[in-house]
């Protein structure tokens, strides 16, 4: 079967570094995604990679290593806004997109 | 900019009712999904429709149907409501079959939906 793992919850500190680790088992790769989602509030877009690397954007960045089936997502500088849940999400090789169940992270002062 | 539009926003439904969650976009994507997310669970896809006059079964479509009559316009219907559908449910839409370049999903605000 299909299967996306990731942490059910984080707590950091504000102003520190954070690292959320994605791994997943799919059939087909067609890229990797991270969503952000505050409580009560729908999904929103952060990062997609599809080659293996990192790519920057901000103070967020989003590794992938597609032979491990691994990624992560790395948050700098940590602001009490980033609290919210993490999403990773598979594009598999029908271009479904397959959900991890989220982690929750808790940023404290 | 509206983006996805979602209705209602909530509601708390008898069972054994027959239920519409509304779903509109003005950003003439060509592809929308219709998910739930549950406590402890990743987002499942229900239905999804690739263009207009298309629609395709998900992960979880049983007790559930869709109709793509326009290219705005996704409706998701619940034709006997049962408390197992108690959920969130959120309506997105991307600008292609596979997400786009950036894969990326435009999500409605959700409609918390209860039943009793």
């Known amino acids: 079967g299909q299967n996306i793992d990731q942490p059910t919850e984080m707590t950091a500190t504000e102003g520190a570094i954070v690292q959320i680790n994605c791994t997943y088992q799919?059939?087909?790769?067609?890229?990797l995604f991270w969503y952000q989602q505050h409580a009560g509030e729908a999904p929103t877009f952060l990062s997609y990679?599809?080659l293996d690397g990192l790519e920057e954007k901000g103070r967020f960045s989003s590794f992938l290593s597609r032979s491990k089936g691994y990624s992560y997502l790395l948050l700098k500088e940590l602001q009490m806004k980033d609290s919210a849940s993490y999403l990773c999400?598979?594009?598999?090789?029908?271009?479904?997109?397959?959900w991890g169940a989220g982690t929750k992270l808790i940023i404290k002062p | 900019i509206a983006g996805i539009t979602q209705a209602p926003t909530s509601q708390i439904l008898a069972a054994g009712r027959r239920m519409t969650l509304r779903c509109t976009q003005d950003?003439?994507?060509?592809?929308m999904y219709w998910y739930r997310q549950d406590l402890g669970l990743g987002l499942r896809l229900i239905h999804y429709?690739?263009?207009?006059?298309?629609?395709g079964k998900g992960e979880v479509p049983d007790g559930y149907s869709v109709s793509r009559a326009n290219t705005d316009d996704f409706p998701l219907t619940l034709a006997s409501a049962v408390p197992s559908q108690t959920s969130v449910y959120f309506c997105?839409?991307?600008?292609?079959?596979?997400?786009?370049?950036?894969?990326?999903?435009?999500f409605g605000e959700g409609s918390r939906l209860t039943v009793l």
């Open positions: 997105a839409s991307s600008d292609s079959v596979a997400g786009g370049d950036t894969g990326e999903l435009f």
């Open positions: 799919t059939s087909g790769f067609n890229g």
């Open positions: 999400a598979v594009m598999d090789s029908n271009y479904q997109l397959i």
């Open positions: 990679n599809v």
């Open positions: 429709s690739n263009t207009a006059g298309t629609t």
């Open positions: 950003m003439r994507h060509n592809a």
